[in-house]
């Protein structure tokens, strides 16, 4: 194993490595004081969920991590993000003055420990692709809004007592793509036109090309040029499948918190960061990204196989033929925190603006 190239990128900026929730719950009980009177409920395992609300500015930004738990950059953005405002509450004194922050780090805790296998080995691509576990439709936090399930529950409380959010981010990610993806609601199209301009910009700054995927309107994925998709929507996905006479599957969606959000307060601007864990060449042709098709492809065609060594040699075929290679979890999070901050900037005019009519 020693030629594989994956393990010999280096991870600068990744020390501490990826963390699981409990990790998080933790450090939380050894730094915060009085921690466990943010738990706003629990999952279905009995693990606590965690909403903080900070900060007493008039533009509420929401921000929830963990929904398909299989993604954990974003919680372990949001983990880190949360121990560094209690950390340095000066730091953050100018910016709680003009925001005020509603947080759920994780969502999903027995999903993050459903996937606890290769989370703390990652980047080694073997143990992720043997041992990562996503949530079907029925049982998908994301679509199971307002009270699927408990973990849904203990969410749309929080939002309810402290809501409305101006901001509402779900931070989700992608197991690998061909660079940045950013999904924005539909009402957002026109005015994020010239904001999406300067995003792209600082991305390919820092080296990422648009994942650029025009899905033609699939499922309701309406596409906003390279790198841009609307946010995913329940109502369109069960009408999808209503039109395919499959209402079995179709009542399995019910709303994403975007579409909450949207319910409560229509003026809401919502996103969801879909940065990838592994990053992989650039296809050259606007709006099909043949080489993300093509891996997924050759992923399904492996997952098939029973023999777990072709599987392995699969993997490191894949990382050279595809030029895979991880997004360090330090500039990944670096990425989610340019994202959340460059759109409060976007949510604060907006929210200034309305006030002046
Ligand atoms: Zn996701």
Request: charged share 25%; with cysteine.
């Amino acid at each position: 194993m020693k030629t594989d190239p994956i393990r010999q990128v280096a991870f600068g900026d990744d020390e501490n490595g990826m963390w699981l929730y409990r990790r998080f719950l933790r450090e939380l009980e050894q730094r915060i004081p009085e921690a466990s009177s943010h738990i706003i409920g629990a999952s279905e395992k009995g693990e606590p969920i965690y909403g903080f609300d900070l900060g007493s500015g008039p533009v509420t930004v929401s921000l929830v991590a963990g929904a398909h738990a299989d993604e954990p950059v974003g919680p372990n953005t949001l983990y880190r993000l949360i121990l560094e405002i209690y950390q340095n509450p000066e730091r953050f004194k100018a910016i709680f003055s003009r925001f005020r922050f509603l947080v759920i780090p994780h969502v999903n805790p027995d999903g993050d420990a459903a996937n606890a296998s290769w989370i703390t080995r990652w980047p080694d691509p073997v143990p992720f692709f043997s041992g990562m576990k996503r949530e079907l439709p029925g049982r998908d936090i994301e679509f199971g809004y307002p009270e699927m399930r408990p973990e849904n529950r203990a969410a749309t409380g929080f939002w309810e007592r402290e809501g409305p959010a101006d901001l509402h981010f779900s931070l989700h990610g992608m197991q690998f793509s061909e660079g940045y993806l950013l999904l924005i609601n539909d009402e957002w199209e026109k005015r994020t036109r010239t904001w999406r301009k300067q995003f792209d910009k600082a991305m390919r700054a820092e080296g990422l090309a648009p994942h650029d995927h025009d899905r033609g309107g699939d499922k309701g994925f309406n596409y906003m040029g390279p790198g841009f998709t609307s946010t995913p929507k329940g109502k369109t996905m069960r009408d999808f499948f209503l039109s395919r006479n499959d209402a079995g599957t179709a009542a399995k969606f019910h709303m994403s918190s975007m579409e909450y959000h949207i319910g409560q307060n229509p003026e809401t601007v919502c996103m969801v960061t879909e940065f990838p864990l592994y990053v992989i060449r650039t296809s050259p042709q606007t709006g099909t990204p043949e080489n993300y098709l093509a891996l997924k492809q050759d992923l399904a065609n492996m997952s098939v196989r029973a023999d777990k060594s072709t599987k392995d040699q699969d993997i490191n075929r894949f990382v050279l033929q595809y030029d895979m290679h991880p997004l360090p979890l330090g500039k990944a999070m670096r990425l989610q925190r340019h994202t959340i901050r460059s759109a409060m900037e976007l949510a604060k005019r907006c929210v200034e603006k309305s006030q002046e009519k």
